[in-house]
């Protein structure tokens, strides 16, 4: 039984009725003090009623008051109540100090005290195991003596006494409201009920833990809120990275959250969706699953194991695209026709795109309807783009796409080949879903490509190209970084990665991907086989992914052939010949950038990639810059010389004859 105070319409009349009643019973203790320090001869007034004290129920108009409530609670007997009452007049009554010192020789209550002023009086009070000490009612102070030990009463008790209710101060260092948005789907309504029927059929018994399953932490609380809305509970949401491991104080903050639940119907959302996990961390998540004795419920992203108390585990999937559009369509109001606005994208197009959680959606129709004045207007799409980058922000490094296709020279067929790329993913809506791919196999709808070729041949400018085309984000991941040498961390990490940009359709772009793939489908030992896994395990999610994932390589006849061919597109990026380093000499300097002389036929010399031919004209335009002259070959001379140090190269007589 839960002693939660009313929340009724008659609230401030229950106060004034419970504060009457909390009186009457102080007045009670304070007849008991005045006759213990009286003596046995005086004549003060005995103390003709007790039942306040000996917890005789009342109420205002049915509803319990606080006193009453709390006692039936924890179980309080008649002593106890008593003590309670003691220690609370310490804090509400100034005269309590002198009176506890006439009846005890003492300022202070004490067990002592106690023990002498209720005839009910039971040592086994005292003890840590019952109600007052083990729901840390009252607090011990010291002394040389247990019955001569400090009491008080807990703040967070008194204050509930008094009507008052508010989160302990202890767990609110920990904890934070979770409140419902009411932004529901027909999805997620349909495991609200579910875990209502969970919870309601098994009251009286062990209620099971619920996990609610998914990437997206928003949906997750949504579903968790309103489940304890319904049902009358107050949900507070506690990281799992923020629980102890030391097992005593693990202890003292379930005792807090028990007491919580039993003063206020408190609910616990235990959030373990971004959380590494050691060894000391799991044993204190699985301690505080299995013991943790009020109503549960645990968000992540995977299927924890099975604990002893039973478990209910639910997938949260994201909103379907029909759902999608009709919150697209609610929130968007007046502009919920297909085409919202002039120069914005269509809520088909977005839903396509953009795998958005109710509550972005609802914050991206907020932001457009202030956008429309703003100068230049913001679209929905760039809206939306903005709205998915904040979790692959913390795990991959994000590109601005500066580079057009003025910017790619390549061969035509390799040309042709990242038109093809792009015109892919622009159509993947039509050919999936209008034209029925998508519902005759769901296997292989993920573009992957592999860019192969030297550093420098343009391999990211390419995934540049694409990203600006499409208008979407593109993000690097470098895969050397995230392979880690422990069994299951580089899916791990690989998971998160994918899940992250699942909600923008994000072009992902995994640099050195020699770092884990190469032929490895010979299994030789260990190693090789978990390689193996790691291979599969990416090419799987770039399979299933919505958007576009490139993987680049330097070395692609190191890579197995097994592998290529799950690849739908590969890519070489050639060497460039002197005809097209002639052509990118002419296209790397900018409009607004000074020249004088130069002969780009001559710079195509240089036998180098057309990165190498940035990096030289970026260094030949800061030596223009500092000589205050327009850039000059001179110039070009002075900082190819300083490429080809970085390179540890010759620059030959050949290559520079004729330059100045």
């Given amino acids: 039984m839960t002693a939660a105070l009313p929340r009724s319409t008659t609230l401030q009349n229950w106060h004034s009725a419970n504060q009457q009643f909390l009186c009457q019973a102080l007045d009670q203790v304070r007849q008991a003090l005045v006759r213990q320090g009286s003596g046995p001869d005086s004549n003060a007034h005995e103390l003709t009623d007790a039942v306040i004290v000996k917890g005789t129920e009342s109420s205002y108009e049915g509803q319990p008051l606080a006193l009453d409530l709390l006692s039936r609670c ?65 607090e011990v102070g010291g002394g040389n003596a247990l019955v001569s030990s400090l009491l008080r009463i807990d703040e967070r008790i008194l204050h509930y006494l008094t009507g008052v209710q508010y989160l302990d101060q202890r767990l609110q260092r920990l904890m934070a409201a979770v409140r419902s948005t009411g932004l529901l789907v027909p999805s997620h309504e349909r495991l609200i009920v579910q875990i209502e029927q969970t919870w309601t059929q098994t009251l ?41 491991t030391d097992w005593q104080q693990l202890k003292t903050l379930k005792t807090l959250c028990e007491r919580e639940y039993s003063l206020n119907r408190m609910a616990v959302l235990l959030s373990c969706e971004d959380l590494e996990i050691d060894a000391a961390r799991q044993g204190a998540v699985s301690t505080w699953i299995d013991s943790l004795n009020l109503p549960l419920i645990v968000t992540s992203r995977d299927r924890r194991p099975q604990r002893q108390r039973p478990i209910v585990s639910l997938e949260v999937d994201h909103p379907t695209a029909a759902e999608q559009r009709q919150l697209w369509q609610t929130g968007l109001g007046q502009y919920s026709n297909q085409h919202v606005n002039p120069g914005t994208a269509s809520i088909s197009t977005l839903v396509t795109q953009f795998n958005l959680s109710p509550s972005a959606i609802r914050t991206v129709c907020l932001q457009s309807r202030t956008a429309e004045t703003a100068q230049p207007p913001e679209t929905l799409w760039n809206l939306c783009r903005a709205q998915a980058r904040p979790q692959l922000d913390e795990m991959a490094q994000r590109i601005e796409a500066r580079a057009t296709w003025d910017s790619l020279v390549l061969p035509e067929k390799e040309q042709q080949i990242i038109q093809e790329i792009s015109s892919h993913v622009a159509q993947r809506s039509r050919v999936y879903e209008d034209w029925g791919f998508g519902r005759q196999s769901g296997r292989g709808l993920g573009i992957s490509a592999l860019f192969s070729g030297a550093s420098g041949t343009g391999k990211t400018t390419a995934a540049e190209v694409i990203s600006r085309d499409l208008q979407l984000d593109l993000y690097r991941i470098d895969l050397s970084a995230i392979v880690s040498k422990y069994i299951g961390e580089t899916e791990k990490n690989l998971r998160r990665i994918f899940d992250a940009a699942e909600g923008g359709g994000a072009i992902l772009l995994f640099d050195e991907a020699d770092a884990l793939f190469g032929k490895r489908s010979d299994v030789n030992d260990s190693k090789d086989r978990y390689a193996n896994m790691e291979v599969s395990y990416l ?74 031919i940035r990096n030289i004209a970026l260094n030949a335009a800061f030596i223009a810059a500092s000589a205050d002259q327009p850039v000059m070959m001179k110039h070009l001379l002075q900082a190819a010389k300083q490429e080809y140090l970085k390179l540890e190269r010759p620059l030959t007589d050949t290559e520079v004859k004729g330059w100045v």
């Fill in 204 to 244: 009286g018994s062990e209620l099971p833990v619920i996990q609610l399953i998914g990437g997206d932490s928003a949906s997750l609380r949504t579903v968790a809120a309103e489940t304890c809305d319904r049902l009358g509970l107050a949900l507070q949401a506690l990281p799992a990275a923020a629980l102890p």
């Fill in 74 to 138: 924890f179980g309080l007997s008649e002593f106890e109540r008593g003590i309670l009452l003691l220690c609370a007049g310490m804090e509400l009554d100034g005269a309590w100090p002198e009176l506890c010192r006439t009846a005890s020789g003492s300022p202070y209550p004490t067990f002592g005290l106690a023990l002498s002023l209720f005839e009910s009086a039971a040592w086994e009070a005292l003890t840590p195991s019952a109600p007052l000490r083990q729901w840390q009612l009252i």
């Fill in 539 to 612: 090419l799987q999610r770039m399979e299933s992914y919505r958007g576009l994932a490139i993987l680049t390589s330097n070395l692609k006849n190191a890579m197995d052939q097994a592998f290529l061919r799950r690849l739908r597109f590969v890519v070489q990026f050639p060497f460039p010949d002197a005809k097209q380093r002639a052509e990118i000499w002419r296209r790397v300097f900018p409009a607004d950038t000074p020249t004088e002389g130069l002969n780009c036929d001559r710079l195509a010399k240089l036998s180098i990639a057309g990165g190498n």
